[in-house]
């Protein structure tokens, strides 16, 4: 079915311009080179919370060397995910199958390094593209982690971790995708033992005139992703209704496995949190869903949405070892009394353990470290919080 291109309208009398869809071409303007660069200077283009993976996405190398070849981008979020990017031209479909195999050697490679060998490419890399402000992993990090309220120490040993765990995500990024994603399952297979998720996404770029390179509309859209599942079970969903293919991969391991378990739905959220926090999350999910929220599981994370602010917001994230809490940055966005914030922060002093977690401007709260009274603090202060937005809200309006 052909899609109609989007439409510029300056007025609602304008009869509009259609933008033209422009596609990178090997040796022009816009290359594969061009595409890094942009991903390098707006790493926001990459769609990485449909990944399940919170906060901003961080571009901390270009063209990072490896035994196996240059990875296009590394980037990181707050909460020490690495994130390896390919970028392709897709004129030729047979690349595609290289590409695959191609970014899973990468991630085979980067599962052998530990924390400060990640601190030593970056370094290297950030020095050979000529940068001389904030070279290092964690001075390009630190920002980041004070704007959300995390701190170092919490981000090398969940970056340590994954980079263990072999705990990724891969993109694969093009002006076009191909629709044929059948070759991954092979490819996937070889490397069971990595626990990475990979996606397919196409950058639409869109130009006013194609006399001028800027403006410039860039529209991500995931084409294609996978979802590792405990006991190496490989799911991969085709977006936009397209074949769903599934692989069961043989892990001569399961069982065994020390990694937390994945979220696929509420139930089994809530079997996999401790026995004594398990009726407090049921609890707490019936009164949500009374004050008209949503849950949504997801790979890794059950999301606790409202509509606020004319947008669904993800008020709670839990997962079945740790949930957070609200970080003013994000409340920002849904109401601009800070009196609220405020308040909020207030309820969470009826816990000492949560308000110190508070306090110090961290926003992770490990439930190893908290009681289910603790808990029940969090949930009610979130609850009460997106309540009160949503009141002020219908009576401004």
């Known amino acids: 079915m052909a899609k109609c291109p989007p ?54 190398a270009r063209e990072v060397p490896t035994n196996r070849g240059r990875i296009d981008l590394l980037c990181v979020t707050p909460s020490g995910t690495l994130i390896l990017v390919e970028t392709k ?65 919490d981000f090398q040993d969940e970056m340590s971790a994954n980079l263990s765990a072999g705990r990724f995500l891969l993109l694969i990024v093009g002006d076009r995708i191909s629709e044929n994603v059948a070759f991954m399952t092979k490819t996937i297979q070889s490397a069971p033992g990595l626990h990475f998720t990979l996606g397919l996404v196409e950058m639409k770029m869109y130009r006013q005139s194609g006399d001028t390179e800027w403006p410039l509309l860039v529209v991500p859209d995931i084409k294609a992703k996978t979802l590792e599942v405990i006991r190496g079970v490989v799911q991969i969903q085709y977006k936009q209704e397209r074949p769903t293919v599934q692989v069961e991969v043989e892990d001569d391991d399961a069982g ?51 509509e606020l602010a004319g947008e669904p917001r993800k008020v709670i994230r839990t997962r079945p070892t740790q949930t957070a809490l609200i970080r003013r940055a994000d409340f920002e966005q849904w109401s601009g009394n800070p009196r609220l914030y405020e308040e909020y922060l207030q309820r969470l002093d009826n816990s000492a ?45």
């Open 7 to 60: 439409i510029l309208l300056t007025s609602p009398e304008d009869t509009g311009r259609q933008l033209a869809r422009t596609e990178a071409t090997p040796g022009g303007s816009t290359s594969e080179g061009w595409l890094q660069r942009l991903l390098y200077q707006h790493p926001e283009l990459l769609p990485a919370e449909e990944f399940d993976e919170t906060g901003p996405v961080i571009a901390i």
């Open 89 to 153: 031209l897709w004129k030729n479909p047979e690349q595609h199958r290289a590409v695959v195999a191609q970014i899973i050697d990468y991630a085979k490679e980067v599962a052998t390094w530990d924390y400060d060998h990640l601190c030593g490419v970056v370094l290297t890399a950030s020095r050979a593209q000529g940068e001389s402000k904030q070279v290092g992993l964690e001075e390009k990090v630190r920002p980041y982690l004070v704007e959300g309220g995390s701190d170092l120490t």
């Open 256 to 306: 065994t496995s020390t990694s937390p378990p994945i979220v696929l739905d509420i139930e089994q959220f809530l079997a996999s949190v401790t026995k004594d926090l398990k009726p407090v999350y049921q609890d707490g999910i019936e009164r949500w869903t009374a004050l008209g929220g949503t849950l949504r599981p997801s790979a890794k994370v059950l999301f606790w949405e409202m």
């Open 353 to 397: 353990t949560v308000s110190q977690i508070a306090h110090a401007g961290k926003i992770k709260v490990k439930h190893a470290q908290v009681t289910p009274k603790d808990v029940e603090v969090i949930l009610n202060a979130h609850m009460w919080l997106a309540e009160a937005v949503r009141n002020e809200e219908q009576a401004a309006g």
